[in-house]
């Protein structure tokens, strides 16, 4: 069984970027969609599990899913200047994604032909691994901002944003390529909802959820049932992952030591110290440097990258640019950074207050057996403010 002709085939790269002027022009029309005079990408961000979160899943009732090992996307539904359905694809950088409209289609609960508009929809972009060596690429919805230009659901509840997607989205989609199974060979990629479940279910998760899952997978998140949506950092979804997974992304600066030339080099008038790129010997030193948020230029030193000469011959060999890039990184068992993978998805490295709330995460850490073993107490606190809500 072959891939699809019409799946995108790469989810770093979607459909067709697109410049200026008509990039501008949508960011613009998505900022006044949202109500918002900041012209950056607006999607929700968490923040890294530590332990006094416990006490937070105590004191409200939060939804549990797995983190998938995607990217990142808001699906923007609008029209194209012909009036015809449009779909595009926004990632963290703000950079917008053509998906074709004939490879992709939400129908309506009143028409199966009918379409949605000024609707923007949060999930992430994964490949999944069906077997015999087929990769099917899937939309993951976890969230909805605005649908059909009721931007009051940006203040409703989780639970209530879902349920509205549910109802007025997945309900008809589902209904669609049900009835017409063919379409799913036309799609760019298939879309469904993340699996809720209450914040107790750690159980499930760890031992039935994450180990069938198809596509990779670096921890679980948990947000807030109760509260509105919130541009960029929230501190009601929460991010876990096991300790040695825990990770800050940082800007990597090669710093090469220069040689004094030699009387070669003298002879042909070279008389300061310099670079010698191909005859460098050994590992250079790469500086990682964290991003403060005054400009793309704003960055401070944080720490030495530790890299194996075996791990830097990786790395030349790649044959791409390696200066300035924004690195994943996390700690050894040794307390050294070590390179995990690029993250040319996003356009600088963790601000500092990120990094800051992961170095936090990292020491006041919360394994898997303690999240487990809490899992009790989370339950029967969910269950007594649901007794609460009851009597009420």
Same mark, same amino acid.
């Given at each position: 069984m072959a891939q699809p002709l019409l799946s995108i085939e790469r989810i770093d790269a979607p459909g067709i970027k697109l410049k200026n002027p008509g990039l501008a022009e949508l960011r613009a029309e998505v900022c006044q969609l949202l109500g918002r005079h900041k012209n950056t990408f607006p999607g929700a961000q968490p923040v890294s599990f530590a332990r006094r979160h416990l006490g937070e899943l105590c004191q409200k009732d939060y939804y549990l899913c797995e983190k998938s090992d995607g990217i990142r996307y808001l699906l923007y539904a609008t029209t194209d200047e012909n009036g015809e359905e449009c779909h595009y694809l926004i990632d963290r950088k703000y950079e917008f994604w053509y998906i074709h409209q004939r490879n992709l289609h939400f129908p309506t609960v009143e028409d199966p032909n009918g379409f949605h508009v000024n609707t923007l929809i949060? %999930?992430?972009?994964?490949?999944?691994?069906? %077997?015999?060596g087929v990769r099917e690429p899937r939309f993951l919805v976890f969230d909805c901002l605005v649908l059909d230009g009721k931007t009051n659901l940006l203040s409703r509840s989780?639970?209530?944003r879902l349920a509205y997607f549910?109802? !007025?989205?997945?309900?008809?989609?589902?209904?669609?390529?049900?009835?017409?199974?063919?379409?799913?060979?036309?799609? +760019?990629?298939?879309?469904q909802m993340k699996d809720m479940q209450f914040a107790y279910a750690i159980e499930m998760m760890f031992k039935d959820v994450l180990p069938r899952l198809k596509h990779g997978n670096d921890g679980l998140i948990f947000t807030c049932r109760e509260t509105g949506y919130q541009f960029g950092t929230?501190?009601?979804?929460?991010?876990?992952?096991?300790?040695?997974?825990?990770?800050?992304?940082?800007?990597?600066?090669?710093?090469?030591?220069?040689?004094?030339?030699?009387e070669t080099d003298l002879a042909e008038g070279v008389t300061e110290p310099y670079i010698d790129y191909e005859g460098y010997? %050994?590992?250079?030193?790469?500086?990682l440097y964290i991003f403060e948020g005054n400009g793309p230029e704003s960055y401070t030193y944080f720490n030495q990258l530790y890299l194996t000469p075996e791990e830097w011959e990786i790395l030349k060999s790649l044959g791409d640019p390696l200066q300035e890039r924004v690195v994943e990184c996390a700690l050894d068992e040794q307390g050294r950074w070590r390179f995990h993978r690029f993250r040319d998805d996003k356009?600088?490295?963790? !601000?500092?207050?990120?990094?800051?709330?992961?170095?936090?995460?990292?020491?006041?850490?919360?394994?898997?057996?303690?999240?487990?073993? +809490?899992? %009790?107490?989370?339950?029967?606190?969910?269950? +007594?403010?649901? +007794?609460?809500?009851?009597?009420?």
């Open positions: 949060d %999930g992430e972009l994964v490949m999944d691994d069906v %077997g015999n989780l639970d209530k549910q109802q !007025h989205v997945m309900k008809p989609y589902n209904a669609l390529l049900k009835k017409m199974p063919g379409l799913r060979e036309t799609q +760019a990629f298939l879309v929230d501190q009601h979804i929460l991010k876990w992952k096991p300790v040695t997974e825990n990770t800050i992304d940082f800007q990597m600066r090669i710093v090469f030591k220069t040689v004094q030339p030699d010997q %050994g590992v250079p030193d790469v500086e356009p600088t490295g963790n !601000h500092r207050s990120t990094v800051d709330s992961v170095l936090d995460s990292i020491r006041d850490s919360v394994s898997e057996e303690e999240l487990l073993a +809490a899992s %009790g107490t989370i339950k029967e606190a969910w269950k +007594a403010r649901a +007794a609460r809500r009851a009597q009420r």
